[in-house]
């Protein structure tokens, strides 16, 4: 089965912070108290919730009560080595959007998902050359903008210790910490000696949204480009749709290419920041109950609309995108998405350890099955290989003239908003007549 191309982002998830409830019935009391403290707590925990919540009820035709005696019945040296045999039984499901995640990857999830973290506010990478780990922008308002580290500040050091080597992920869980406390990093810019900068770690919330206005030809075009449906997402798509439309835009281009997805309720807030009415999308679980989810008449504009998408558009990319082609919202520009109809639920596990698992299946308004299929485009262009690559290499070009998607997409929007300037001109005629009429 394939997946998104980056395959750590769950591409469809509710959180929740259910946990199972573990049951030692016929246990003695310091059986009971060695169980609990042993990893096999955690595997019986991790069972339990597949147990009830998966949606497939016959578990890929497997024995998951076997799971659990194999699970239980076996010796473990190490939480490690619990966890391997936790993922190898539930690899017996075929489904690589259920699996477990040990504490580092649960909080990386939860921060990812949530759109914020506790850091200070940088964005980082190895640079090729140098194999230094650098700056590329300090995040606006955070303790690192505000502290004045500039794009290209070299770090050379993480509270004493040297990054020589270090990742961007092993660099960033030492930047990470709790809020309020202190950090040191050593730092190199330009041909200036290295000096040590003192700052202190903030909440952090992360953007999953850029936008801007568009001047294309005599057509003022509004661009969101959203790149998960986090936490915020919502709220930063709403701010940035407020923003457009105060600049006198007359359509907008949403770019969800490579987006793999994030929060079921992200993707239904941002339906209805388009749609006044209309289903947005419907949810199957284990025992077949249904869940239509609608628009609520809290839609922000009716200005025409182009959604670009591509085989990196994923599970809340493709339930928002389903929502606006199939309620003939939007025109659909660029390539086939990616085909992902799950629904997971992220469950936290008693030793901050976490287990994702499939709960339901969903279905586009008009019932359409997606799973691996995906959706194809009202106007559909592939990328070159060239073109491609000439828009990975130089990110400024994206949502561009230089974009052959993007142009395609204003293309589409010419008629509508030159209708839509007519019918406004014709309105402001008829508004000018009753006005000039005798009271």
């Known amino acids: 089965m394939k997946q998104p191309r980056d395959s750590f982002r769950l591409p469809l998830v509710c959180l929740s912070a259910t946990v199972a409830l573990i049951s030692f019935v016929g246990l003695t009391k310091p059986v009971q ?9 955690v595997l019986d925990e991790a069972w339990q919730i597949v147990n009830r919540d998966y949606v497939d009820d016959t578990f890929n035709a497997t024995d998951w009560q076997a799971a659990r005696q194999r699970l239980l019945s ?3 040296s190490s939480p490690v080595q619990a966890y391997e045999a936790l993922r190898q039984e539930l690899k017996r499901l075929n489904d690589p959007y259920t699996r477990f995640l040990d504490p ?8 990812q998902t949530s759109g914020e973290l506790s850091g200070i506010g940088i964005r980082l990478r190895v640079d ?7 700056v590329v922008e300090p995040i606006a308002d955070s303790p690192a903008s505000e502290a004045g580290m500039i794009a290209g500040d070299r770090i050379l050091a993480i509270d004493g210790k040297s990054t020589r080597g270090m990742t961007v992920e092993q660099a960033s869980r030492l930047i990470q910490g709790e809020i309020g406390a202190p950090i040191t990093l050593r ?22 949204v850029n936008y801007g206005l568009r001047q294309e030809a005599n057509a003022r075009i509004g661009y969101i480009r959203l790149t998960e449906f986090s936490g ?3 709220e930063q798509v709403r701010d940035a749709m407020k923003d457009l439309l105060k600049q006198n835009v007359e359509g907008f281009v949403l770019d969800l290419r490579g987006n793999p997805g994030g929060l079921l309720q992200a993707s239904i807030e941002i339906s209805r920041l388009w749609l006044d009415s209309g289903a947005i999308v419907q949810t199957i679980d284990r025992v077949g109950e249904s869940q239509q989810i609608k628009a609520n008449q809290t839609a922000l504009t009716q200005l025409p609309l182009a959604v670009l998408v591509d ?5 809340s990319s493709e339930i928002l995108t389903g929502a606006l082609k199939d309620n003939q919202r939007a025109v659909v520009v660029g390539s086939q998405t990616f085909g992902k109809a799950l629904v997971q639920s992220v469950n936290p596990l008693s030793d901050g350890s976490g287990l994702a698992v499939t709960i339901a299946h969903y279905y586009t308004p008009d019932g359409t099955d997606i799973s691996h299929l995906g959706i194809v485009p009202d106007i559909e262009i592939n990328l070159t ?3 491609r690559r000439q828009l990975v290499g130089n990110q400024t070009l994206i949502g561009t003239n230089s974009d052959p998607q993007y142009s395609q997409a204003v293309n589409a929007l010419r008629a509508t908003i030159a209708l839509n300037r007519r019918g406004s001109s014709q309105s402001s005629l008829r508004l000018g007549a009753e006005a000039a009429e005798p009271n």
Do not use: M
């Open 311 to 315: 085989g990196g558009s994923a599970s």
């Open 187 to 208: 730092v190199e810019r330009g041909s200036q000696s290295p000096f040590d900068l003192s700052l202190k770690r903030a909440r952090i919330e992360l953007s999953n």
């Open 104 to 111: 580092e990857q649960y909080q990386a999830l939860t921060s």
């Open 128 to 134: 090729a050359e140098s194999q230094i780990l650098t």
């Open 74 to 76: 076996r010796s473990y």
């Open 33 to 41: 108290a060695e169980f609990e403290n042993s990893p096999k707590a």
């Open 232 to 234: 915020h997402a919502p």
């Open 385 to 387: 290989e060239q073109q």
